[in-house]
């Protein structure tokens, strides 16, 4: 516990609440402790909103669309456990049986913002949100016209699924609308001009969609 507290830079009052953030489902099942799972859910909504305001104060004439974009771009799935993967936060998770998933390392992120939230207050919880994500906030103009696609396959895998849902207009110019399917499940739907195009739209929905784990 104390090597993981020097690289977050918080010291916890409550360790309890340090060790609830870094223990899997996998070990709560096999040995009966309270798992990351509440504090992750906490620290998802405190991680969108800490970057959204840092975004709305960095860049004042962005629209609505484009501060979403690059909101998108920073706290999905793949740039929070790339952070997590960096500082080696995995390492102190503790797991019962298995190995630990893509989305286990951007859970882990959020369970302890969640974590340093209720041990210390929204401004430490800030704190470790800005200096985690800095690289990321500072170049989020350059970084949120991404290939929402690739991300999706990256967090979803085999589970997604294209499929065309109409096509509409004359031959030489004609609009597309493809549907995006999880598990079998309609998630999104979109136009395009080209089939490309409209999967894009539709794993950017699904991707900017907090509820879709």
Do not use: W
Request: charged share 30%; with cysteine.
């Amino acid at each position: 516990m104390k090597d993981i507290q020097e690289i977050l830079g918080y010291t916890f009052k409550d360790k309890s609440l340090l060790e609830m953030a870094l223990t899997h489902s996998s070990y709560s099942y096999k040995y009966g402790e309270e798992d990351y799972q509440r504090l992750e859910y906490l620290g998802d909504s405190i991680v969108d909103f800490v970057v959204a305001d840092e975004l709305y104060k960095r860049y004042p004439h962005a629209d609505e669309g484009v501060l979403t974009k690059m909101r998108g771009a920073i706290v999905s799935s793949s740039p929070l456990g790339q952070v997590v993967k960096e500082k080696r936060y995995d390492k102190y998770l503790r797991v019962g049986y298995g190995t630990i998933s893509e989305k286990t390392y951007s859970d882990i992120f959020e369970s302890l913002c969640g974590a340093i939230y209720l041990d210390g207050g929204i401004e430490k919880a800030r704190e470790y949100v800005t200096s985690h994500l800095k690289g990321l906030l500072d170049e989020a103009h350059k970084n949120y016209n991404m290939d929402y696609k690739s991300c999706l396959f990256e967090k979803f895998g085999d589970r997604v699924k294209f499929e065309e849902l109409s096509k509409s207009g004359p031959e030489h110019s004609p609009t597309f609308e493809m549907g995006l399917f999880i598990d079998g499940k309609l998630v999104a739907k979109a136009k395009g001009d080209s089939k490309k195009h409209a999967e894009q739209k539709c794993a950017q929905m699904a991707i900017n969609n907090k509820k879709l784990r």
